[in-house]
């Protein structure tokens, strides 16, 4: 922890004294062909923590003579056009104020009406200083960072929430310096978005600690602020792109656990894939459950409920996150990428001792961090049959996916289970395999072996891959997906459902022509289940061939 000396007058003076010490956190710009540092994306400092890091100065806020309040009343915006901390006194419209400041609050109220009126979130609480609105203070950071939001007094009332706050937050006066990513009104846009979301998480629950590997006593849950704050820049104004600076970080070291401290500006877009992958329409609420969710529990684990509330998984999650950030660059695929913005993000980078040209067998042994993905790249020079296996030291820890690029037709992508030989199926020499690992325990790190192999088409065993979802509600609208592998072409195939006492009570016949030697998925539509009228209870899923049976249970729960 770095400690700070400093007895300045007001907590800014603090601040700027803190970062102009704190050279290693700033970034480095990755849009950029030079090293330039970037000014620090937003910092917050715990209330647990602060004294130690800014000394006394922590207790005053800045002191500005100006101040104007936004138009519908949420926002107190605090100024000088005179000294150091100057804004532009230009004001070219009719409400009296510099055009900085009007910015200022027009940006302010934006925010709110996007994150309290539409996504429902809580409003920042009131700290009933001086007025109840949130206070905004514009000040010059000379680009050092872009703005400071201070936690300031503890809520008493809510018990049950031991670290939410009131706060305030601090901006540049102009965003005109070669540390900005974004400037002038870009980055006052961002900024204040990422900022004011900041307020609205302090009235839910800064966790002091969280007990995950590896993160630091006075960060506790700050990842997740960050996360969460990227992801409402890039919602609030999604032309401005200014995270697109902060990629390097991740897609350069890709292995790190997701709350390493550099990914904190890194995975606003994992928030994005997460609620992606429900309706957008519907489950863009999906972010302030969990938030509730923060009043009383850590946001890992709010973050891990909510997602298997709505039928999903985390751990799969980043393991799907992982393969789509792929697709970037110049391999971007607009069906397969993170977002439309990915043509523009770095390409993932696989270190060389994760990728290899496959001529009979390939083999890695790795170490994979607490929940943490390694990526395996593997090439041909030859048209081969492939197959791979994975044996852990911990069973059911690790989470795999693969894809096969091929620039000749349509890539194919597989979820399958560890510790377990699976094939793969028919690769070209042009064609490139990726390999997805991710490690589920947040607790622990684990060893893996990989092994990537020719393989004969004879020596391929059926059997079920995977099951989803498990337990299966047909009231949660989402289909029983059976991923299964074959050794043979099959010339008859059905899909059947027993119950433990060998009752058949459901049946599909498939065409078998549409199936292969190999790796097949096949999805029942909750409708069709439900028509049934299969009660709650355990269950044995089939696929049966002319030649093989092959089963696994289940649970329905309605």
């Known amino acids: ?51 130690k890091i800014l000394g006394k100065a922590q207790f005053s ?46 940006t302010a109220e934006y925010s709110y009406r996007i994150l309290v009126d539409t996504l429902g979130f809580q ?11 949130a206070d905004i203070y514009i000040q010059n950071y000379v680009g050092s960072a872009y703005a400071y939001t201070y936690p300031e007094a503890a809520i008493l009332e809510t018990t049950n929430q031991p670290y939410d706050y009131t706060s305030y937050m601090t901006i540049d006066n102009d965003y005109k310096e070669n540390g900005y990513n974004s400037k002038g009104l870009d980055g006052l846009h961002v900024t204040v978005a990422h900022e004011f979301f900041h307020m609205v998480q302090l009235g839910y629950n800064w966790w002091e600690s969280n007990g995950l590997t590896g993160v630091s006593s006075s960060n506790g849950d700050a990842y997740f602020l960050e996360w969460c704050s990227v992801w409402f820049e890039e919602r609030a104004y999604p032309e401005v792109n200014d995270y697109w600076a902060y990629l390097n970080d991740f897609f350069y070291r890709p292995t790190a656990s997701i709350w390493a401290n550099n990914y904190w500006y890194c ?75 990915a043509v523009f993000f770095p390409e993932l980078m696989i270190a060389d001792i994760n990728s290899g040209v496959l001529e009979d067998v390939l083999q890695f042994d790795v170490t ?52 377990t030989d699976v094939f793969v199926g028919e690769t070209r020499y042009n064609d490139q395999l990726m390999i997805f690992l991710t490690n589920s325990s947040k607790d622990s790190s684990y060893s893996l ?50 119950n433990l006492r060998g009752q058949q009570v459901y049946q599909r016949l498939l065409n078998a022509n549409d199936y292969i030697l190999g790796v097949n998925d096949i999805r029942i539509p909750p409708q069709e289940i439900q028509s049934k009228n299969i009660s709650s209870g355990i269950y044995i899923l089939q696929i049966a061939t002319d030649k093989k049976k092959i089963m696994k249970k289940f649970t329905v729960l309605n």
């Open 368 to 419: 994979v961090k607490p929940f943490a993905s390694q990526p395996f790249m593997i090439s041909f020079e030859n048209n081969q049959y492939v197959g791979l296996e994975t044996e852990s030291t911990k069973k059911n820890v690790f989470i795999g996916s693969y894809l096969i690029d091929k620039p000749a037709s349509a890539d194919i992508h597989r979820n399958f289970r560890t510790n």
């Open 123 to 133: 409003p920042p609480p009131i700290d009933n200083y001086e007025e109840p609105e």
């Open 267 to 341: 995975l606003g877009p994992f928030v994005r894939f997460i609620l992606d992958k429900y309706d957008p329409s519907e489950n863009e609420h999906l972010l302030s459950e969990i938030w509730e969710n923060i009043k009383t529990k850590y946001a890992f684990q709010s973050l891990t409920d909510v997602i298997a509330e709505s039928g999903g998984n985390l751990a799969t999650l980043y393991n799907d996150f992982m393969r789509a950030c792929y697709y970037t660059g110049s391999r971007y695929d607009k069906d397969f990428a993170v977002s439309p913005d």
């Open 449 to 498: 072996n990989l092994q990537v192999n020719k393989t004969d088409t004879l020596n391929i065993s059926s059997k079920i891959l995977s099951l989803y979802a498990n337990p299966f509600s047909w009231q949660q609208q989402k289909p029983l997906t059976i991923e299964f592998q074959l050794g043979h072409f099959p010339n008859k195939l059905s899909v059947n459902i027993f």
């Open 1 to 51: 922890m770095f400690c700070l000396p400093v007895m300045g007058k007001d907590s800014f003076t603090a601040i700027k004294g803190y970062l102009d010490s704190k050279s290693a956190g700033k970034q480095y710009n990755s849009s950029s062909s030079t090293n330039a540092v970037s000014a620090i994306k937003s910092v917050m400092i715990h209330p647990e923590h602060r004294e």
């Open 61 to 106: 806020r800045p002191i500005l003579d100006k101040a104007y309040i936004s138009a519908d009343g949420h926002f107190k915006i605090h100024y000088t056009t005179d000294g150091y901390d100057a804004v532009d006194s230009t004001s070219t419209h009719v409400h009296g104020v510099p055009d900085y400041v009007w910015e200022t609050a027009k």
